[in-house]
């Protein structure tokens, strides 16, 4: 079983940034491929960027692309995802998930998914 832990959220001016941590319990978490998800109110829940276990292939949304990093620290547990140049349009839930299966690169859609952390709020004001 793995848990999940964001942290990091708040509120920032557009132009500003952020850096999301999503910290994790279960020794095989480093094994895991991990996504960040976003949920707008009202809208379905979107992807972000992931990274592989290794953190050698990351994968990003092409509406963050340039704006965010996702990386991650495996002697920590924990994945990062850095948020430059916040848009109003960036303000949502953030969840990170990850990924048990060990698959060809790395999953994009949410219900390939199997462990998510409880979310944690990015308001971005104009």
């Known amino acids: 079983q793995v848990q999940l832990v964001e942290s990091g959220g708040g509120l920032v001016q557009a132009g500003g940034s952020l850096r999301l941590s999503c910290v994790a319990s279960g020794r095989t978490f480093s094994t895991f491929a991990v996504g960040w998800f976003r949920q707008a109110p009202g809208k379905e829940r979107d992807f972000v960027a992931a990274i592989s276990w290794s953190g050698s292939n990351t994968i990003y949304a092409d509406s963050v692309k340039g704006r965010f990093t996702i990386s991650r620290d495996n002697a920590k547990n924990t994945v990062y995802l850095q948020m430059n140049t916040l848009k109003r349009e960036d303000t949502a839930v953030y969840y990170c998930?990850?990924?048990?299966?060990?698959?060809?690169?790395?999953?994009?859609?949410?219900?390939?998914?199997?462990?998510w952390g409880q979310g944690t709020q990015v308001t971005v004001s104009s």
């Open positions: 998930a990850a990924d048990a299966t060990l698959r060809v690169g790395v999953a994009q859609a949410f219900w390939e998914y199997d462990y």
